[in-house]
């Protein structure tokens, strides 16, 4: 394991270059995790991945969206004002501790009765804009993984955040959340000797090494105005885009083929819910809730 101390303060320069050598790092990685190995193994990327962020926190697009987080209640019910069309019944913005903000219902729901109508068009979805799918174009990872695809999608939104026609929806999002891309040194340990430990630090090894493919794809391209994620893909971003999508993605189909499509709709990834039965139906062009 190669490692990096990093110069304070850290320069422009010093900054790209030690980026630079600590993603060949992550894109050379070829650790076999095993239980045995897998608390060595998250601890090393771990140690990397922050040296990422320390170098990479200015140039973060996830800024934008921590300089709202006071505001991000209102933006939750400007949005939901906004789109009052797409509820069926009564709620209010709650914030619910550990959970975060979620939707509760003001009146007794019914079963069977529709909660939530969502247009298609209000979701985001792993169709790529045109300028994203030509930078794209023939990259296997990208064409064969859908999660990646909505991940980069995402990405190119908030770095176009103020012109961007999602800039609403990126607005209520959480700035941060409690996957194990997020998980501490010390988070890890408790789950040291089990089968879950290797799970985590072999997933969260894969991304590393997604991130480090697409930083090299992204450098091989000359910095474009039109797509400013070519020219600032920080490691602090894609854990919070792949994390956005781990944990609040949805699947619908492709008009009327057998096909699926993995997307996040708005305001349903706002609703928590107890275990039990929720009826999602998909009538294009809209998803449906029921209790």
Not at 234 to 254: G, H, K, L, Q
Request: aromatic share 12%; net charge positive.
């Amino acid at each position: 394991m190669v490692w990096f101390q990093l110069a304070h303060p850290v320069n422009a320069g010093c900054a790209v270059n030690c980026t630079n050598r600590i993603t060949n790092s992550l894109a050379c990685l070829k650790s076999k995790v095993s239980i045995s190995n897998a608390s060595e193994v998250f601890s090393n990327l771990h140690s990397l991945t922050q040296l990422l962020i320390d170098l990479q926190r200015n140039f973060c697009y996830l800024r934008q969206l921590e300089s709202r987080s006071s505001e991000r209640e209102a933006s939750i019910k400007n949005y939901l004002t906004a789109h009052s069309s797409y509820l069926h019944k009564e709620v209010s913005v709650r914030d619910f501790s550990t959970c975060g903000f979620g939707l509760s219902a003001l009146v007794p729901l019914t079963e069977g009765e529709c909660v939530l109508r969502v247009p298609k068009s209000a979701m985001l979805t792993s169709e790529a804009p045109e300028k994203l799918q030509l930078m794209m174009k023939d990259d296997p990872i990208f064409a064969s993984m859908d999660n990646v695809a909505l991940s980069l999608r995402l990405l190119y939104e908030l770095s176009n955040f103020h012109t961007s026609s999602w800039r609403e929806y990126l607005s209520i999002l959480p700035v941060t959340y409690s996957t194990f891309m997020y998980m501490s040194v010390d988070d890890f340990k408790h789950l040291k000797g089990s089968k879950t430990a290797e799970t985590l630090a072999s997933n969260y090894q894969f991304i590393c090494r997604q991130y480090a493919y697409f930083f090299n794809r992204f450098r091989s391209f000359s910095p474009s105005k039109e797509i400013p994620l070519s020219a600032r893909f920080c490691f602090e971003d894609y854990r919070w885009a792949v994390s956005t999508v781990m944990s609040r993605n949805n699947i619908i189909p492709v008009k009327e083929s057998l096909s699926k499509q993995i997307c996040l709709v708005p305001i349903w990834d706002m609703i928590n819910h107890k275990p039990g039965a929720v009826s999602l139906a998909v009538i294009l062009p809209c998803f449906l809730i029921y209790p």
